[in-house]
């Protein structure tokens, strides 16, 4: 969510951001219920993003003299005209890509969009309030059958970073996650539902072992009283 215009009042004086800085700036105003430590992650990613702007980066020190008022003003008065935006722009593409078909049963998929750039909401204080960033195109692999196109890329002069065939995959679509090498499956495929009834009936099987064995080791330690099921 990013409102061009608004300036930032650092000690006073009206200080305009950069677009890509303007943006993240919008993301603390648009921040429910601050904690110091969330300002504090916050405001060192913030930081971060203005070394490329010397002149800023030495000027802008201190969160206590950031004045944040002018840019929460512009997203208030902007956010349900952005609400409608977004609305329109899931209900226009979301649609297209809301089922696929697995093994020709239609199966209706989690999501086909990955997490807006935006500040963490986590109970782990070192993660709380730090940048989520935005996930490019070139980061993500797309996997469909050979006779389909792959979705089109929505940002113009960009392209996936690999488009895949793997028809004994069940995902559609994965990332990587920051700072993780394992890949993040972000638009996962549900298996056919015969295969979820086969799924259950080998998992209730095994339960039932488990919980004979689990019974059997309790009786012969004398603790057989304090296990139910």
Request: aromatic residues 8%; contains cysteine.
């Amino acid at each position: 969510m990013c409102v061009p215009g608004a300036p930032l009042l650092y000690g006073g004086e009206e200080i305009r951001l950069p677009p890509a800085v303007e943006e993240i700036a919008s993301f603390w105003c648009s921040t429910t219920n601050p904690d110091p430590v969330s300002a504090e992650n916050f405001f060192r990613g913030f930081r971060d993003a203005l070394r490329e702007y010397e002149h800023l980066y030495e000027k802008i020190t201190d969160f206590k003299k950031c004045n944040w008022d002018r840019l929460a003003q512009k997203i208030k008065a902007t956010k349900e005209e952005l609400k409608e935006e977004n609305a329109a722009r899931r209900a226009g593409d979301g649609g297209k890509y809301a089922h696929c078909l697995v093994d020709g049963v239609c199966e209706k998929v989690g999501t086909s969009r990955v997490e807006p750039p935006g500040l963490r909401r986590s109970r782990d204080p070192k993660k709380r309030g730090t940048l989520r960033r935005r996930i490019m195109p070139e980061e993500c692999v797309m996997n469909c059958d050979k006779t389909v196109p792959p979705p089109i890329c929505p940002l113009p002069g960009r392209a996936w970073k690999d488009v895949v065939h793997d028809d004994t995959a069940g995902w559609l679509a994965y990332h990587k996650k920051d700072g993780e090498k394992s890949a993040r499956n972000y638009l996962e495929a549900c298996l056919p539902t015969p295969e979820k009834f086969r799924l259950a009936r080998k998992s209730g099987r095994r339960l039932q072992g488990l919980r004979q064995e689990v019974l059997a080791a309790a009786s012969t330690s004398g603790h057989s009283q304090l296990i139910s099921f």
